[in-house]
């Protein structure tokens, strides 16, 4: 019995770059990188799941992205060509409560997050 995996154009957990938290506490804004814009301005990789897992102590986030300019099938040993170019893309993540002291961690490794504060403003 010969069995093939395929990774392709699955989808996957981004690492999260910087989290800041709205105002009131209720709202974080994340913001992961994505690749450089097609010639006709559309993006490859988009955002397609986003996940918030709340507690009393903590709150882990998540975004999933998938390519949707693959192929759709490739070998685990097949290796894409990358340019490493990459622009920052923000996410909002309601919370069901103010974050106030909790920690933020990232699903895809589990570390913690530092959280900016929003600016005052002009």
């Given at each position: 019995m010969l069995a093939l995996t395929a990774c392709g154009s699955q989808a996957g957990w981004e690492p999260i770059h910087?989290?800041?938290?709205?105002?009131?506490?209720?709202?974080?804004?994340?913001?992961?990188?994505?690749?450089k814009s097609r010639s006709d301005d559309s993006r490859c990789r988009r955002v397609v799941d986003a996940e918030v897992i709340e507690s009393p102590s903590q709150v882990i986030i998540g975004i999933?992205?998938?390519?949707?300019?693959?192929?759709?099938?490739?070998?685990?040993?097949?290796?894409?060509?990358?340019?490493?170019?990459g622009y920052p893309f923000d996410v909002e993540l309601p919370l069901k409560k103010p974050?106030?002291?909790?920690?933020?961690?990232?699903?895809?490794?589990?570390?913690p997050i530092k959280v900016k504060q929003p600016d005052n403003g002009p």
């Open positions: 910087s989290v800041t938290s709205s105002f009131n506490g209720l709202t974080l804004t994340a913001e992961i990188m994505l690749g999933q992205t998938r390519n949707f300019c693959d192929s759709g099938f490739s070998f685990p040993w097949e290796q894409r060509n990358s340019t490493l170019v974050l106030a002291e909790r920690i933020v961690l990232d699903k895809e490794n589990r570390l």
